[in-house]
């Protein structure tokens, strides 16, 4: 698969210092959690014998938890629709075959449209975020839209009504809308996070999940500036 430069007009810190860290899941979490971005109940099974103890109802996601490993889907590392304890269970052998396995994060099925929501600080602008048509059609259709920090309720509805993905997310053909109001509340709180803790130098939620019910990430790479 190939890295997808979407903020080709930002500036970013060069880590010639190594002094940028990825956070582990754990930590991403935490800071999710503490910003009030929503991410799909999730679970981290760092032994074989840690799966009976999951608390999450069937189907469940299994990802490869690894600190080799940055795009999962390129190692067969995501699994969706996981029925059972035994299917969970042939998954892990499987996968505790990749690099640098450290266990499985378990997570509740999500469902509906796949968008990016990337925060990324710039030299010269600041925090900066970043809504995009997410999952396999992001590269394909390139369609996003940017701005920079501070974001009020009227620029995540612009930055969303720029989307040419708009009437789709509005429930054209289909019928079925958005949380237009949950999803706003992603974005602005992923801004307001970038904002509030200048050592955040990127917050890549991709895919968020958005239905007519929910918003909420899947999947984060958050990069410190330690
Ligand atoms: P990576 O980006 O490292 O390859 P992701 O966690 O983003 O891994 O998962 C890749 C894809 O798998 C997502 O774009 C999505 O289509 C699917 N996926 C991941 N997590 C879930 C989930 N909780 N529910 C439904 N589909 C998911
Ligand atoms: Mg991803």
């Known amino acids: 698969m190939k890295k997808i430069k979407m903020h080709t007009n930002i500036k970013t810190h060069k880590n010639t210092a190594n002094a940028f860290q990825t956070l582990n ?30 608390k999450i109802t069937f189907p469940w996601v299994m990802k490869v938890v690894s600190n080799k490993i940055v795009h999962k889907t390129e190692f067969n590392g995501v699994r969706v629709g996981i029925n059972s304890l035994k299917n969970a269970r042939e998954v892990w052998k499987e996968m505790k075959k990749l690099p640098g396995f450290n266990g499985v994060l378990v997570q509740e099925q999500a469902g509906g449209f796949e968008l990016i929501i990337g925060g990324k600080r710039d030299l010269q602008f600041g925090p900066t975020v970043l809504v995009g048509l997410g999952g396999i059609y992001t590269e394909i259709f390139r369609d996003f839209s940017l701005r920079i920090c501070p974001i009020a309720e009227k620029d995540a509805d612009g930055m969303l009504k720029e989307l040419r993905a708009f009437p789709v997310l509005a429930g054209a053909r289909t019928g079925k809308k958005v949380n237009f109001n949950k999803l706003k509340t992603l974005i602005l709180n992923a801004g307001k996070a970038m904002e509030k803790n200048s050592k955040i130098l990127e917050l890549d939620l991709n895919p968020v999940f958005v239905n007519a019910k929910q918003a909420v990430a899947v999947d984060a790479r958050i990069v410190m500036n330690k």
């Open 25 to 54: 899941v754990q930590d991403s979490q935490e800071l999710m959690e503490k910003n009030r971005i929503p991410f799909a109940r999730s679970q981290w099974a760092k032994n074989e014998k840690e799966l009976e103890k999951v």
